[in-house]
């Protein structure tokens, strides 16, 4: 069982930056890779980023590369996203996940992470 919890959430403007934590428990954190995706209301849950167990590998979604940085912890058992340069379409619920299968790659695939957390919300205005 691994346990998730995000945080940083919020109200910002237009180009503004956040910066969201998730903390993980219940399994060792350096064997597991670990994921963001986000929920736009009325829309499908989308791949945001992704990073390898080790941290040597992210993998980004083409709508947010160069805006958003993924980075872990392994000491703390934590995973980050940098929010940068954010617009409204940026709006959603933000959720990571943990994908604990060895697969080689750093997948951008809701359906192969295997625990969720929460959600926080980040909302942009314009």
């Known amino acids: 069982q691994v346990q998730l919890v995000e945080s940083g959430g919020g109200l910002v403007q237009t180009g503004a930056s956040l910066r969201l934590s998730c903390a993980a428990s219940g399994r060792t954190f350096s064997s597991y890779a670990m994921g963001w995706f986000r929920q736009a209301p009325g829309k499908e849950r989308e791949f945001v980023a992704a990073?390898?167990?080790?941290?040597?590998?992210?993998y980004y979604a083409d709508s947010v590369k160069g805006r958003f940085t993924i980075s872990r912890d392994n000491a703390k058992n934590t995973v980050s996203l940098q929010l940068n340069s954010q617009t409204p379409a940026d709006t959603a619920v933000y959720y990571c996940?943990?994908?604990?299968?060895?697969?080689?790659?750093?997948?951008?695939?809701?359906?192969?992470?295997?625990?969720w957390g929460q959600g926080t919300q980040v909302t942009v205005s314009s």
């Open positions: 996940a943990a994908d604990l299968t060895e697969r080689g790659i750093v997948s951008n695939t809701g359906a192969e992470y295997d625990y």
């Open positions: 990073i390898s167990r080790s941290g040597g590998r992210s």
